[in-house]
Structure formats: structure tokens, C-alpha cells
């Protein structure tokens, strides 16, 4: 990628994320916008998951782009799945650097201070989400630090993020699996009928080898839609607005 068309990709990223998107679509489970987004940004995404695009960590425009890649349009790219959150750690790092370096400070848009900071409330390191409070009351809003809040209050109690174990493939514990389903009680609590496993979304599928319809998984889905005479029926949502 010449330096020229390089920052013209990475224009594109944050034209698309902060003035074509509309702010309800940034925290919302849809799959016709993370299809969008995955048509678009997903050879971008998985560069920039496998390392790559290190000349965007040069400049402030550039590196937010970068950050925005990793930390979120790879949350629409591989939803449901490990890779998800493959670039947080990497996003968390240009977003410490961004702050070291005067950065974030210096941005005059609040809403683009926010996406700088959302990695640290990403991580399942509670001193990180922790710090990351004072910083978002100071450069992004009461909100937004309020979701800090909560997420370190998760980290308190379990450690890690529970609705994170079935894309990362752990095992929840008898309590997280309670607090999964207090989590869906603004709508319905949905346990997978194939691994039994509960999440937030599911799909009511059925085949020709397994006729009965059935709520499964992101995780088991995959298996029934190659099955012959595959059928769907629709998207269980528990909560559209929990993604992180």
C-alpha cells in the first residue's frame, strides 16, 4: 500500500465511523450493518489484526483509524468469534501511546476522544479499566464513563467478561452463567439447544437431518447451515446494545 492510498484508507475509516454511521449503529447488534461493514473494512480489519499497517501509528488521524480497526470493526468482522477481540491489545497500546504523545488531549472532537479511549474499557485488566474512568470524565463524558464503571465492577466480580467465554471458548462458571441470563431480562434468555451454552443472540434453524427447529449458537451455527435442507428462522436478540 503506497503512503498516498494509505491514508486515503484511512480517511475512509473515520468518514465512515464518525459521519456516515449513525451513532445508534456503532453499540447495536445488526447483522445487515456488520455485513456492511465486513464487505467494506474486512481486508483492512484482518491486515491490520495480523500486525500490519504499522505506518498508521505515525500520525494522529491515522493511528484513530488504526485503533477504530482493531477495537471496533473487527467487533462487526468476526462477531460471536475469538477474533473479535484479536486486535484489543494492540489498539490498547496506540491508545496509551495517544495519550503519552498529547494526542488524545489535543483532539477538539469528543466523540473521536472516545473511540481513542474505548480500548482501555475494552480490556479485562481491571487497573486499566480502573484508570480509564477519571480519563473518560475528563475527555469524553458521564456516559461513557459510566460504562467504565460497570465493566470494572464486572472485573470485580468475575475477573474477566462473561459474555466473552463462549466466543473465546470458556467455560463459565455455575455463577456467571446466572448472571448471563439476569443480563437478558430485558428480553428473552436464550440457551443454545445443541451445547447449551447462553448468550445473548441466536438463530431458530432447522434441516432435512434435523427437522425440529431449534435455537443455536453463533458457535453451533455454523455445523447446521451446511446441513442439507438447511432452514432459518429468524434472530433471537436478548439485548442489541451489549457487544463489548
Known amino acids: 500500500m503506497t503512503p498516498v492510498s494509505s491514508a ?14 449513525k451513532p445508534r449503529q456503532w453499540f447495536r447488534r445488526s447483522l445487515s450493518f456488520d455485513a456492511r461493514v465486513r464487505d467494506r473494512f474486512g481486508e483492512l480489519a484482518a491486515e491490520a489484526a495480523g500486525g500490519g499497517m504499522r505506518s498508521w501509528e505515525a500520525q494522529p488521524r491515522s493511528a484513530l483509524a488504526l485503533v477504530l480497526l482493531l477495537d471496533q470493526f473487527s467487533r462487526q468482522v468476526w462477531r460471536d468469534q475469538a477474533r473479535a477481540f484479536s486486535g484489543d491489545a494492540r489498539a ?32 479485562e485488566s481491571l487497573p486499566v479499566v480502573e484508570a480509564s474512568i477519571p480519563l473518560l470524565e475528563r475527555y469524553s463524558d458521564a456516559a461513557t464513563a459510566a460504562v467504565a464503571r460497570r465493566h470494572a465492577d464486572w472485573l470485580r466480580r468475575f475477573g474477566r467478561y462473561p459474555h466473552r467465554n ?6 463459565s462458571t455455575e455463577e456467571e452463567e446466572q448472571w ?3 443480563r437478558s431480562a430485558g428480553g428473552d ?10 448468550g445473548p443472540i441466536h438463530y431458530r434453524v432447522c434441516s432435512a437431518v434435523e427437522p425440529e427447529w431449534q435455537l443455536v449458537c453463533p458457535q453451533c451455527w455454523p455445523a447446521l447451515r451446511e446441513q442439507p435442507g438447511y432452514r432459518y428462522g429468524g434472530t433471537r436478540k436478548a439485548n442489541r446494545r451489549q457487544r463489548s
Open 92 to 123: 490498547l497500546t496506540l491508545s496509551q501511546r495517544a495519550l503519552e504523545l498529547g494526542w488524545i488531549a489535543a483532539e477538539p472532537e469528543r466523540v473521536r476522544r472516545q473511540f481513542w479511549l474505548m480500548p482501555h474499557v475494552h480490556s
Open 166 to 171: 463462549a466466543a473465546l471458548g470458556r467455560l
Open 189 to 198: 434468555a436464550f440457551r443454545c439447544d445443541r451445547c447449551r451454552g447462553t
Open 180 to 182: 448471563l441470563l439476569q
Open 8 to 21: 486515503c484508507q484511512a480517511e475512509a475509516v473515520l468518514q465512515f465511523w464518525f459521519e456516515t454511521c
